[in-house]
C-alpha cells in the first residue's frame, strides 16, 4: 500500500478522517523503525497526518506541498531538545521518507494538554499560568535559532507578504466593515511601527492551549510540554504574544499584565506604541482571524475603530 498524492488542504483533511487509506502504511513505516509491536492511535486533530505508538512515540507524516512544516518541525526539535528548565519538548528520534511524503517519529510528551484545562481553572491560577506562558516565550526567545534562521522566508519578507494580501484576507474572512474601511491606513503604519530586521529570536507563532502541554505541581499549573513547531519562523520577538493575549488573556486586565509580566516587560514598557505593534501584528499574522481568534464575547459591537479594538484586547 502506498501514500496517496494529496495536492491542497482539502484533500489532507479527507485522507486524514479517512483512517484506512493511510494508517496500515504508518504501522509498516513504524516497524520499520522498530514500533512493529504498538498499537497506533490517530490523532483526529491537526494538519499532517499524526499517531501515537504506544505510549512513548509520536509519528507525524508530512505531505510534499507541506515540505516546509517538515523541515520546520525537524530543526526546531533540534534547536530546542533540552533547552527549555522545566518544559519539555520532543526529541527527534527518527526521519525518513515515503511516496513522496516525509515523516518524523518523536518521542511523546508527558502531560495534559492545556485546552482540556483552561476553560475550568479558577482565575488565580490562569493568571499564574499565563505568567508561565510570558516566561516560556521568552525562554524559547533566549535560545539561539540556529539553524532555523536557514529557513525562509526573512522577517521583512514576511511582513511584505502579509501586507500585501491582508485586506484581501480580512475582507473575506469578514472583519467588521467599520474595521476594514481603516485597515490599509493602518497598513501604512505597519513600515513605521514594526522593526524591517530585527534580531531574530524563534517564533512558534501559536503559544495557545491546544499547542502546549500543563502539569500541576506545588505552586499550582505550569506549562510542561511544547509540541506542534511545523509554523516555526525566525523574527520580532512581540509576534508570540499575540495568541495567548487573543486566546487567553482575552481583554482581562489582569491576565494582559501576568502574560506581560512573565514575558518580562516591566509596567513602563507597556505603552500605546507596544500595543499598536501587537494589533498591527495580529491582523498581519500568518493565522489571522480576528472575528474567531479573539476570545472577548460579542467584540465586534464593541468596537468602532482600531483604537477601541485595541485598548479591549490590551487594556493593562
Known amino acids: 500500500m502506498v501514500l496517496p498524492h494529496v495536492a491542497d488542504a482539502a484533500q489532507l483533511r479527507r485522507l486524514r478522517a479517512d483512517t484506512a487509506g493511510w494508517l496500515p502504511v504508518a504501522s509498516d513505516i513504524a516497524a520499520c523503525h522498530g514500533y512493529g509491536a504498538v498499537r497506533l492511535v490517530p490523532f483526529a486533530g491537526g494538519t499532517n497526518l499524526v ?58 510528551l508527558d502531560g495534559v494538554p492545556a485546552s482540556d484545562v483552561w476553560p475550568q481553572l479558577a482565575e488565580p ?18 535560545v539561539p535559532p540556529g539553524v532555523l534562521l536557514e529557513l525562509g522566508p526573512r522577517w521583512s519578507d514576511f511582513l511584505q507578504a502579509q501586507r500585501a494580501g491582508c485586506h484581501d484576507r480580512h475582507q473575506r474572512l469578514g472583519l467588521p466593515k467599520p474595521l476594514l474601511a481603516r485597515l490599509d491606513d493602518l497598513l501604512r503604519d505597519a513600515a513605521v511601527l514594526l522593526p524591517r530586521d530585527p534580531e531574530p529570536v524563534i517564533l512558534t507563532g501559536e503559544y495557545i492551549p491546544e499547542n502546549f502541554l500543563v502539569a500541576r505541581d506545588s505552586d499550582g499549573w505550569r506549562v510542561s510540554g511544547l509540541f506542534d513547531f511545523g509554523d516555526v519562523r525566525t523574527g520580532f520577538g512581540e509576534y508570540d504574544l ?24 516591566a509596567p513602563a514598557a507597556i505603552t500605546w506604541q507596544l500595543k499598536r505593534r501587537l494589533l498591527v501584528l495580529m491582523l498581519l499574522h500568518e493565522h489571522s482571524d480576528p472575528l474567531r481568534h479573539i476570545c472577548i464575547p460579542d467584540w465586534p459591537s464593541r468596537v468602532g475603530s482600531f483604537e477601541e479594538l485595541q485598548a479591549l484586547i490590551w487594556p493593562a
Open 125 to 142: 491560577d490562569k493568571l499564574s499560568l499565563l505568567r508561565h506562558v510570558g516566561r516560556v516565550i521568552a525562554d524559547v526567545q533566549r
Open 242 to 265: 499575540l495568541g495567548p493575549s487573543a486566546f487567553m488573556a482575552a481583554g482581562h486586565p489582569e491576565r494582559v499584565r501576568a502574560l506581560f509580566e512573565g514575558y518580562g516587560l
Open 51 to 108: 499517531a501515537a505508538l504506544g505510549d512513548g512515540a509520536i509519528l507525524k507524516i508530512f505531505p510534499a506541498f507541506l515540505r516546509s512544516q517538515f523541515l520546520s518541525e525537524r530543526a526546531t526539535l533540534r534547536v530546542l531538545c533540552r533547552r527549555l528548565a522545566g518544559v519539555a519538548t520532543p526529541e527527534l528520534l527518527q526521519q525518513g521518507q515515503r511516496d513522496g511524503w516525509s515523516y518524523l517519529i518523536m518521542t511523546r
